[in-house]
């Protein structure tokens, strides 16, 4: 927190149906009563089309001076010259855990995401004939990872760390990092091989209540996870390091529906009250997470759920039970 004791948010609104969800996000914040500066950040792909730059150091340095980020989407173009800004963000933040929660009847799940290494690690060699990746599993980072999910777990019941050990070494240090860990805290824990992972949130999710994870491993389980939910646009994530977050729904800029107004903003909702929960509102997120609750038994919900409601009347019904007295 600021000097002055006010939060200092840096928006960052994105690409495609980024800008459109995240005005949700700040609508239903005003109308829960959140109080907090925001700092507009223009960064990503429209900004690259543009000016031939996704982010500035300047920009960097502006959200680093901010607590947290509340961010829309980014679109990352399949173009060598593009360095993608969110992978550059959790690295310069050092947002090392992704928490993504899953709630739906068939589902209630929080998924822990180590967020800076291992298949991502960004150490590559790339050759006309081979192209190779370096996947990096330390110690220390499996050590924190395993420390935040514990912390979740506490709440919550059993842990799962879900790995590849049988065939990859490196998730050999993973799990026994986490396994010690999660002793240690005195935190029940299982182990489980990531495809099986897949396979078992499929036809039965009800039994995991925290996953703990690598980085690809997660990526990938949480799409699947948003899948047994209903959809992507539900979804909310938020990055935590030890002095800074980020916050942003899971999906990406959706090209293919952005503009129409038609964009689920239940997952920036969400995203927006996992940042009330951060800045100790615990009050304000329950309340958020209450309303967009409502929403859904309502049949508030955009066409990806089936409804036939637009953006904005989503919005506007979350906003509304929020004001009610
Ligand atoms: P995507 O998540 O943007 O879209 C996948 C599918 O889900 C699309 O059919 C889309 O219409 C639908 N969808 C996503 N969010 C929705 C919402 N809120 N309401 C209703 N439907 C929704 O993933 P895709 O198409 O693979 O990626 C598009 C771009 O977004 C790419 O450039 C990708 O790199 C980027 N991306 C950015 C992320 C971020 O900013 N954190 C995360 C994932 C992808
Ligand atoms: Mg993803």
Same mark, same amino acid.
């Given at each position: 927190m600021s000097s002055k004791g006010a939060w200092k948010v840096a928006v960052v609104p994105g690409d495609g149906i980024g800008p459109e969800v995240l005005r949700s996000a700040l609508a239903v914040l005003d109308a829960a009563g959140a109080k907090f500066e925001q700092v507009l950040v223009e960064i990503g792909f429209g900004r690259w089309k543009r =000016? &031939? =730059?996704?982010?500035a150091d300047e920009d960097l340095e502006t959200i680093k001076q901010c607590d947290c980020v509340l961010l829309g989407a980014i679109t990352t173009p399949p173009d060598p010259d593009y360095r993608s800004i969110l992978l550059r963000l959790r690295k310069e933040l050092d947002l090392y855990a992704n928490i993504r929660p899953f709630r739906s009847k068939a589902i209630d799940l929080i998924i822990v995401r180590e967020n800076t290494? &291992? =298949?991502?690690? !960004?150490l590559e060699e790339v050759g006309a004939e081979e192209a190779r990746t370096l996947r990096v599993v330390t110690r220390r980072g499996s050590e924190r990872i395993a420390e935040k999910a514990c912390e979740i777990a506490a709440k919550k019941k059993r842990l799962t760390i879900v790995h590849k050990s049988n065939v990859l070494q490196s998730d050999r240090l993973f799990l026994k990092t986490c396994q010690a860990v999660a002793m240690r805290r005195g935190i029940q824990s299982e182990e489980m091989l990531v495809d099986s992972a897949a396979y078992n949130l499929v036809v039965n999710p009800q039994r995991f209540d925290v996953i703990v994870t690598t980085n690809l491993f997660g990526d990938i389980l949480s799409d699947e996870a948003a899948g047994v939910v209903g959809s992507l646009g539900l979804c909310a994530s938020a990055n935590v390091g030890m002095n800074s977050a980020l916050f942003e729904p899971i999906h990406g800029s959706a090209p293919d529906i952005a503009g129409k107004g038609i964009a689920n903003p239940l997952g920036a909702i969400r995203s927006a009250a996992m940042m009330m929960e951060w800045m100790g509102e615990t009050e304000k997120a329950t309340r958020i997470e209450a309303a967009v609750q409502w929403a859904l038994d309502n049949d508030i919900k955009t066409p990806d759920l @089936? @409804? !036939?409601?637009s953006t904005e009347d989503v919005t506007d019904a979350v906003a509304d039970y929020l004001e009610r007295p």
């Open positions: =000016l &031939g =730059l996704a982010m290494e &291992g =298949l991502y690690s !960004g @089936g @409804g !036939g409601c």
